[in-house]
T-cell receptor, first 114, second 118 residues
Framework: DAGVIQSPRHEVTEMGQEVTLRCKPI?????LFWYRQTMMRGLELLIY????????DSGMPEDRFSAKMPNASFSTLKIQPSEPRDSAVYFC????????????FGSGTQLSVL | AQTVTQSQPEMSVQEAETVTLSCTYD???????LFWYKQPPSRQMILVIR??????QNATENRFSVNFQKAAKSFSLKISDSQLGDAAMYFC???????????????FGKGTSLLVTP
């Protein structure tokens, strides 16, 4: 299995621009998570999906952030408009659940908003 | 709120020695899993070990073991015979909620940076 695949690995953009981060979970995993990692706040859960349905988006910081999962093999996290304080590493993770409960992480997207 | 506390921002250990990283957590659940993840400079999050709360026996994976004290809500990681490759950030994690209807999201501690010296 290829693991969780995230793209791009690095993203540099200017304030006000739209940013789209992409994730392909492990095949057969029913849960997908988006986390954000910063030095100040550590790893924060932004949103997660079960069978492509958003279950808990209480961690999404504000309306500028949105996430979708149109099918079982693809999810996006969009920031529009981006701000410098959005600079962070964004991780996607997936798990099958039901006895296999560890999260499998992608390699993350390093986002820099100038 | 279910929180995870790692009280040691940084730790140092000499090669071949043993080090213990501390973690306490808060949960109202009785059946759950706990995890330690490692994040090397490559930033990849790698599962080190997991513990099932209903099992009294402490989990072990090669040189890595845990000391799980359920009543105290303590979950420490012991690394024996430390190697240079063990240098990384280590994160403790507990379930955000544990019932299956709410999924398997994890709350993470702030991490402990482990330095391994030759």
């Amino acid at each position: 299995d290829a693991g969780v695949i995230q793209s791009p690995r690095h993203e540099v953009t200017e304030m006000g621009q739209e940013v789209t981060l992409r994730c392909k979970p492990i095949s057969g995993h029913d849960y997908l998570f988006w986390y954000r990692q910063t030095m100040m706040r550590g790893l924060e859960l932004l949103i997660y999906f079960n069978n492509n349905v958003p279950i808990d988006d209480s961690g999404m910081p504000e309306d500028r952030f949105s996430a979708k999962m149109p099918n079982a093999s693809f999810s996006t996290l969009k920031i529009q408009p981006s701000e410098p304080r959005d600079s962070a590493v964004y991780f996607c993770a997936s798990t099958k659940g039901q006895g296999s409960v560890e999260l499998f992480f992608g390699s993350g997207t390093q986002l820099s908003v100038l | 709120a279910q929180t995870v506390t790692q009280s040691q921002p940084e730790m140092s250990v000499q090669e071949a020695e043993t080090v213990t990283l501390s973690c306490t957590y808060d949960t109202s659940e009785s059946d759950y899993y706990l995890f330690w993840y490692k994040q090397p400079p490559s930033r990849q999050m790698i599962l080190v070990i997991r513990q099932e709360a209903y099992k009294q026996q402490n989990a072990t994976e090669n040189r890595f073991s845990v000391n799980f004290q359920k009543a105290a809500k303590s979950f420490s990681l012991k690394i024996s015979d430390s190697q240079l490759g063990d240098a990384a950030m280590y994160f403790c994690a507990c379930p955000r909620v544990s019932n299956s209807n709410s999924g398997y999201a994890l709350n993470f501690g702030k991490g402990t940076s482990l330095l391994v010296t030759p």
